[in-house]
């Protein structure tokens, strides 16, 4: 018995608009029909149908794909994955599929069938449906022929080619979850505010919770298997800011941890990589203390700061954690805009009296399901509104350093053993 054809794996993100890409006749329906649900998919011709059997009309196609990307917008609101069944061989109309996943924050991938000239041409004239003039599908070839190098440059983040039948028959879609997708992960956590530099408070804040530390290996373990989850800042202002990164990475690279990137973190990264940035709020503290560390630790520093994300969705959506909190619209998404709000929260673009961002009180009105723990805006205490909490405690203005230990709710917290840095803003 001959051994069966290897399968072709395509995959796509969990939640994501997918543009099938190809000329008619090139079994885009087919395809998307035998791969998706029903209800996930949008096609071009369904709702030229429902206006008018006038193909050829452009009203008439216009207004089809108004209501297509009405459709699959409310559907990508709701969190469902969404396949647009259109050519999509020339730009404009991929830009409109590109649009829906900038507005509803979400990844965007292409699926392209690049049959050969002749088994089109075969399919278009045995066709029962549809009488499509040959040139036109001509030129749709020549659309697709310039198209197919730039759609990753045009935005789309999964791209996957198939170039025959064979391929197309073997397909098999595998839907990854997010990066951010941790709901199999239900703790016990220990989620810890920002560190900023603190070294010997974060240590003694890990044995009052009862963890094992390896001092001299910048490792620690929880005998019950809680992990820490690190709200990012892990660096800046204070005093020991490579020692805090040494037991962050540490634990994050054997599984004892999670962590997520904070603001200061990111401009780390950025004047690591060689970016012209600024060295103020703390940064030129860390600076002069990775001066002195290896060619290799700070190469270590650098991968391990570019792979952080901007949020996690931990135990079935039940909690959320990224730096600077996140509206409940941005759950679970991936785009430059929720990164945005993760490492600043939500700003108005201006600055306060102390060159500060002025930020919008977005906790005030949050209304989601799931416990949101985040840091960034320093208080004295704890801040508890609606179903959020706010953990950073300004321990490297003087003030403490807090976890938050998830499922229980419970606040532990250690005292800052001086002030490291003069606020330049009262908390």
Sequence with gaps: ??????????????????????????GKSTFSKTHFKPTEILSSDYFRGLISDDE????VTQQAFDALYYIASKRLELGKLTVIDATNVQKHARMGVLRL?????????????????????????????????WNIISRQMN?????????????????????NEEEIANAQIVRVPL??????????????????????????????????????????VHPQGRKPVFLGDL????????????????????GGAWCVTG??????????????????????????????ESPEFIEEVKIFLGSLISHYVFDEGGLVVSHAGLKEQYQGRSSGKVREFCLYG???????????????????????????????????????????????????????LTAYRYPEKEIVQVKAKQEYYAPLKPF
């Excluded at 507005?103 to 292409?110: D, H, K, S, Y």
């Excluded at 603001?263 to 990775?290: E, F």
């Design 179 to 220: 990066w951010n997708n941790k709901k199999e992960e239900k703790g016990p956590f220990d989620i810890i505010g920002d560190i900023h530099g603190c070294f010997d408070e974060l240590c003694e804040l890990l044995i009052k919770l009862n963890y094992k530390i390896d001092i001299n290996n910048f490792t620690a």
């Design 101 to 133: 996943a900038r507005e509803q924050n979400c990844l965007a991938a292409a699926i392209v069938l690049d049959i050969p000239e002749n088994i089109i041409k075969d399919r278009s004239e045995n066709r029962s449906d549809r009488n499509l003039n």
């Design 56 to 59: 050829n009309n452009q009203q």
């Design 235 to 254: 660096c800046d202002r204070g005093p020991k800011n490579t020692e805090v990164l040494r037991i962050v990475m540490n634990m994050v690279k054997k």
């Design 263 to 292: 603001n200061h973190d990111a401009k780390l990264q950025k004047m690591l990589n060689g970016k012209n940035v600024q060295l103020t709020h703390g940064l030129d503290i860390t600076a002069r203390q990775m001066q002195q």
């Design 346 to 400: 939500e700003t108005t673009g201006e600055t306060d009296e102390y060159g500060f961002p002025v930020r919008l009180p977005w906790a005030n009105d949050y209304k989601g399901k799931a416990l949101v723990v985040f840091g960034h805006i320093p208080n004295p205490c704890v801040q508890t509104i609606n179903n959020t909490s706010c953990i950073d405690t300004g321990c490297v203005f003087g003030g403490k």
């Design 1 to 26: 018995m001959p051994a069966a054809a290897p399968r072709t794996l395509i995959e796509i993100p969990e939640l994501c608009v997918v543009a099938l890409v190809g000329v008619s006749s090139s």
């Design 143 to 163: 659309d697709l022929r310039k198209s197919i190098d730039q759609l990753q440059k045009e935005g789309f983040r999964y791209v996957h080619i198939l170039t």
